[in-house]
């Protein structure tokens, strides 16, 4: 069983920097795509930033220029570099990723969550 697990979450100023992480262990044969998803009380889970096996990233327009998503060639962490925060970024941060060859609206894995707090 594959697990993701999240790290980096907390409270930070308006204007300021966050690094979040996450990492799979467990019986990995696989990790496809990995991505980032937040989400607010009340509102659907978006996603956010997603990044191929290969090492191609890509934005959603929320986080585009602000953002910042990587992953280690041989591993199989993704992080995300969340810059210039602002309240709206405010949410629960979900890491997801895809053990076969599908698309992140697809994945099958999911961490538990990450608080971020933005305060003004």
């Known amino acids: 069983q594959v697990q993701l697990t999240e790290s980096g979450g907390g409270l930070v100023q308006a204007g300021g920097s966050l690094t979040l992480s996450c990492a799979a262990s467990?019986?990995?044969?696989?990790?496809?795509?990995m991505g980032w998803y937040r989400q607010t009380p009340g509102k659907e889970r978006d996603l956010l930033a997603y990044?191929?096996?290969?090492?191609?990233?890509y934005y959603m327009d929320s986080v585009k220029g602000r953002f910042i998503i990587s992953r280690e060639i041989r591993g199989h962490t993704v992080s995300l570099q969340m810059n210039s925060l602002k309240p709206e970024d405010t949410a629960v941060y979900y890491c997801?990723?895809?053990?076969?060859?599908?698309?992140?609206?697809?994945?099958?894995?999911w961490g538990q969550g990450t608080q971020v707090t933005v305060s003004s």
């Open positions: 990044i191929t096996d290969g090492g191609l990233p």
């Open positions: 997801a990723a895809n053990q076969g060859p599908g698309p992140i609206d697809k994945a099958d894995l």
């Open positions: 467990g019986s990995i044969f696989r990790i496809g795509v």
